[in-house]
């Protein structure tokens, strides 16, 4: 079975400053992933997803992630942190179970932003 | 554009009666998803529906009972709410199986069992 790891719970970064949220996954085949993003009192919101290809992947609200078939991980950056962007951040990974495709999520990483 | 709806936004109950959460989405989605929301485990699946008229049980189903009699409506129900179901309960859709497709998710539901 599959699973995700997050291995910060919260993380602090200043407004400006650089930021990169680690995700490690477990899958046997070819994953997919993805990170959302959620904001207080809301539902999750796609950040960007891979599935193939480029390993390079661009999101929205200029966060990109990398995948690294060697390192099982696919993590989250961001050059310069807006302090919009506090929220919480799941990354998942989906798998094809023979009826639907279901996600696994980590268990997220909240992120504050520092004036 | 709707979109996924989800209601109530906010519910308290007591122990022992049921409940139900609806959810609804506008796109004509064929699967769709329930989840709950926890501290210390994310987000895990309770039940999908890759169709109406058909649904399968995801990681945490005990307690918890679905039905999808129209493709665009998937709501759940706790028969009789325990303490341990208090959580946040989010509603999700995609539109292909494809293990790339992005589920789309509704704004939650925030259940308080006392």
């Known amino acids: 079975a599959q699973s995700v790891t997050q291995p910060d719970i919260h993380i602090t970064v200043s407004e400006g400053a650089s930021l990169e949220l680690r995700c490690n996954y477990s899958?046997?085949?070819?994953?997919?992933l993805f990170w959302y993003v959620q904001s207080p009192g809301q539902g999750l919101q796609l950040l960007l997803k891979y599935f193939s290809g480029d390993t390079l992947v661009q999101g929205i609200k200029g966060f990109e992630a990398e995948f690294k078939r060697s390192q099982s991980s696919f993590n989250l950056r961001k050059p310069s942190v807006h302090w919009s962007d506090a929220a919480e951040y799941f990354c998942?990974?989906?798998?094809?179970?023979?009826?639907?495709?279901?996600?696994?999520f980590g268990t997220g990483t909240r992120l504050q932003v520092t004036l | 554009d709707a979109g996924i709806t989800q209601s109530p936004r906010y519910k308290i109950t007591e122990t022992g009666r049921q409940v139900t959460l609806m959810c609804h989405q506008t796109?004509?989605?064929?699967?769709m998803f329930w989840y709950r929301q926890d501290l210390g485990h994310g987000l895990r699946l309770i039940y999908y529906?890759?169709?109406?008229?058909?649904?399968d049980k995801g990681e945490v189903p005990d307690g918890y009972v679905v039905s999808r009699s129209k493709t665009e409506n998937f709501p759940l129900t706790l028969e009789s709410a325990t303490r341990s179901q208090t959580s946040v309960y989010f509603c999700a859709s995609s539109g292909t199986s494809g293990g790339e497709d992005t589920q789309y998710f509704g704004p939650g539901t925030r259940l308080t069992v006392l």
């Open positions: 998942a990974v989906g798998a094809f179970t023979g009826t639907a495709s279901k996600l696994t």
């Open positions: 796109w004509s989605h064929s699967y």
């Open positions: 899958y046997g085949a070819t994953p997919y």
């Open positions: 529906s890759a169709a109406a008229d058909i649904t």
